[in-house]
């Protein structure tokens, strides 16, 4: 099945290679996505094919996830129902092309924000939905205890991340010479670490949780060292050229925060409605209307809640305490309990 | 009998006429090249303009900046401050690496195996069949995956490595053994082995000689004295290099093995991989290319009483390979093409080299762009050189 799947994701990078050649080039304007979206009744979204807690599929079809939880959120706000989504699952070489194609109006696959994608790759990150940094994941046999001890060690790396910069980068600075082993596949990278092959296994600490929670025979076989190399600010991201659309997402990720802070969640959100804060009057829609200027409906925010929560809810369903991946909250916690959550007010 | 000569054929019309079938093949040529080179700018064009519209970078500026990433193994050393340019060279030399070494093994098992499926040996046949069957009709991907699983499950793991040989380790991280290092003195040993070589060889045509006057013919002992030739002529070149011999050695530390040379399961898969499956189809093409050798050269063989081993290398093998090379060519150009799966198995190639820098620069169009030119280039050098080798096996005319 994962051969099949990764076979079949091939043609799909020359597909958009080809879109790109053969769509009509017609000068961006305003809105051409969310009119898009509107008239198929449809939001393409590209996710991780299996990343549990942050994207993946049960039998049924059914994705859940933090990355799929933003697409989710945007299809119940443009579109009313959080149902309408049709999953794109990318690997990470795939993943930017697809976006520039026009094959996808949201990229949520656990993307690293940097310099170099936001500036050059023609497309726009909206925020961050998890703040990130890469680790290693080692056996716990070795006697490997910090990632200072990585002395020429080889590391299973998947091809297509800032990971791979980011483990020279470490590895020259502190003289390491370690060994990337490179794959093209996330099932690859995972089946080439638990066989042995590699002593160390590096990507997004977040990356490494859910890698070893679903692959490992016995998860408490691996320890995940508590260095963390770099920043990995992690967020969807839109195609450029459609501000409209761009700013449509941003504020629907700001309203989800700023909702964990005023205490909007998924259960009482019909209740917020009558209540007297101005904030939360604001946010659901009960006093100004916020939505006309986003080209929305004045129950934009509203419907991304009652879909899926919070953020707070999001984090604590997919990633959290009650998942089994049981991240701590961390940096990912409120601006006034010690997090870098803050979203520009709703106003 | 003789033939009446044919009537000379009409003189061809080269008017400018829609009659002149010649000047209404200029015009569908002329229509035929503007429609391509229509169809071709309105496509580049487009994709210049999308990528305008959409902020998308472009350009070959990229190939000097620093690399930054690190790759696993490489011919020469590769630092990731050098630029995107070496970094490619690295994966241009993996892939090289592979497909030689692989090229080379592929024929050899291939023509055993090829000539094994004529074997009068009924066991020895079926086991060629099989291979043959198996290695044709089964994917090559999958074929590696086996070989990977099969290596990475298998190999003491990377803490407990297995020393066959002291400073020997073999494990999940390969071969490691110890390695001459590299110094400038080594140019000396280098011109030795290649003087070596050359005086090889004429040892050996000398002994041609010798047989074409006197019918003395001794194989065995013409190349065992050539290979001492080499030996000596290369141990004068390493003398007169000043005799370098620091030699990195493997070391086992607290956590794996490190120094010295390897040969890592990454590339050992993708060695064995395309070795095996290239094989099955070389052997065919060498069983047809013998048969294709008429009967009654083998009937004449047999009443000369030449041994099997003499008949194959002096009458049959001479023969077939006028029919072998050019299949023989295709099957070299497919080998260097499937080494593309590499990456499937982690080995840093061409494609997986290129797919790095793709993601770091985000040039998708220059970087697969690369990509195929050199692959392009590979196989048009692959097939220049086995025309020449053609043009040498096949038949003269005199």
Request: with cysteine; glycine share 8%.
């Amino acid at each position: 099945m994962k051969i099949v799947r990764s076979l079949i994701q091939r043609p799909l990078l020359a597909a958009s290679l080809l879109a790109l050649m053969g769509s009509v080039a017609t000068p961006a304007f305003a809105g051409k996505t969310l009119d898009a979206i509107k008239s198929r009744g449809m939001l393409n979204c590209g996710v991780n094919p299996s990343l549990p807690g942050f994207a993946a599929a049960d039998s049924q079809g059914n994705w859940t996830g933090l990355d799929v939880d933003v697409c989710k959120a945007v299809a119940a706000t443009v579109l009313n129902d959080a149902a309408k989504v049709k999953w794109t699952p990318l690997n990470a070489t795939q993943r930017f092309a697809v976006l520039q194609a026009g094959e996808i109006d949201i990229l949520s696959r656990n993307t690293t924000w940097t310099l170099n994608r936001d500036a050059s790759l023609g497309l726009h990150f909206t925020g961050t939905t998890y703040y990130d940094g890469q680790g290693f994941m080692v056996t716990k046999k070795s006697k490997i205890t910090s990632a200072k001890s990585l002395k020429g060690a080889t590391v299973c790396v998947q091809s297509g991340t800032t990971t791979e910069k980011n483990l020279n980068d470490y590895s020259k600075v502190n003289k390491l010479n370690i060994k990337p082993v490179v794959f093209d596949t996330q099932e690859a990278t995972n089946k080439a670490y638990f066989a042995g092959r590699c002593q160390a296994y590096t990507t997004d600490a977040s990356g490494l949780a859910s890698v070893r929670n679903k692959e490992a025979t016995n998860p408490d076989d691996h320890v995940i060292l508590a260095d963390l190399i770099s920043k990995e600010p992690l967020g969807p991201s839109v195609r450029r050229g459609d501000d409209e659309f761009f700013a449509i997402v941003k504020w629907v990720v700001y309203a989800l925060i700023e909702a964990e802070e005023y205490g909007i969640t998924q259960a009482n959100v019909d209740q917020m409605k009558s209540s007297t804060d101005p904030v939360v009057q604001r946010i659901l829609g009960t006093s100004e209307d916020t939505g006309k200027l986003l080209g929305l409906d004045k129950e934009w925010a509203y419907r991304a809640i009652k879909a899926v929560g919070n953020y707070g809810e999001m984090f604590e369903r997919n990633v959290g305490p009650k998942s089994t991946l049981k991240l701590p909250r961390g940096l990912n916690n409120q601006w006034n309990k010690g997090g870098l959550m803050y979203a520009p007010p709703v106003r | 009998m003789m033939i009446p000569p044919a009537p000379p054929p009409p003189p061809r019309s080269r008017a400018w006429s829609w009659r002149s079938q010649s000047f209404r093949g200029l015009v569908y040529q002329i229509l035929t090249i503007l429609l391509l080179v229509l169809a071709v700018s309105y496509l580049l064009s487009n994709t210049f303009a999308n990528m305008r519209t959409r902020g998308i970078q472009s350009g070959f500026d990229f190939f000097l900046q620093p690399a930054g990433f690190a790759i696993g193994e490489s011919l020469f050393e590769f630092d990731s401050s050098q630029g995107y340019w070496v970094a490619y060279l690295v994966g241009l030399s993996n892939t090289l690496r592979v497909a030689l070494v692989g090229i080379v093994l592929a024929t050899v098992l291939g023509t055993l195996i090829g000539i094994g499926r004529l074997s009068n040996n009924m066991l020895v046949r079926g086991l060629c069949t099989v291979h043959v069957e198996v290695t044709r009709n089964v994917p090559l991907l999958l074929q590696l995956f086996m070989w990977y699983f099969a290596m990475t499950e298998l190999l003491p793991t990377i803490e407990e490595p297995f020393k066959p040989l002291a400073s020997v380790f073999l494990s999940k991280n390969g071969l490691q053994y110890p390695l001459p290092e590299w110094s400038t003195g080594h140019w000396g040993t280098v011109v030795g082995l290649l003087s070596g070589a050359v005086a090889w060889r004429f040892w050996a045509s000398r002994a041609i000689r010798q047989f074409e006057i006197t019918g003395q013919y001794h194989p065995a002992r013409t190349h065992l004295i050539g290979l001492g030739i080499l030996l000596a002529v290369t141990a004068v070149g390493w003398l007169a290099g000043g005799a370098p011999g620091e030699v990195s050695i493997p070391e086992a530390t607290e956590i794996n093995v490190i120094g010295g040379g390897s040969v890592t399961p990454e590339y050992l898969t993708l060695l064995i991989g395309l070795t095996v499956y290239t094989s099955g189809y070389i052997a065919e093409v060498v069983r047809s290319g013998i048969q294709s050798v008429a009967y009654g050269q083998h009937e004449a063989a047999v009443a000369l009483g030449l041994p099997r081993s003499a008949e194959l290398r002096l009458v049959q093998l001479p023969q077939a390979l006028r029919v072998i090379v050019p299949p023989l060519t295709s099957q070299y150009l497919n080998l260097t093409k499937n080494s593309s799966l590499a990456v499937a198995v982690g080995y840093p190639d061409l494609v997986s080299i290129g797919s790095t820098a793709l993601n770091q620069t985000g040039r998708a169009i220059e970087c697969i762009a690369v990509v195929m030119l050199c692959y392009l280039s590979l196989s048009l050098l692959t097939s220049a050189l086995m025309n020449i080798y053609n043009r040498r096996v096949q038949i003269k005319d005199r």
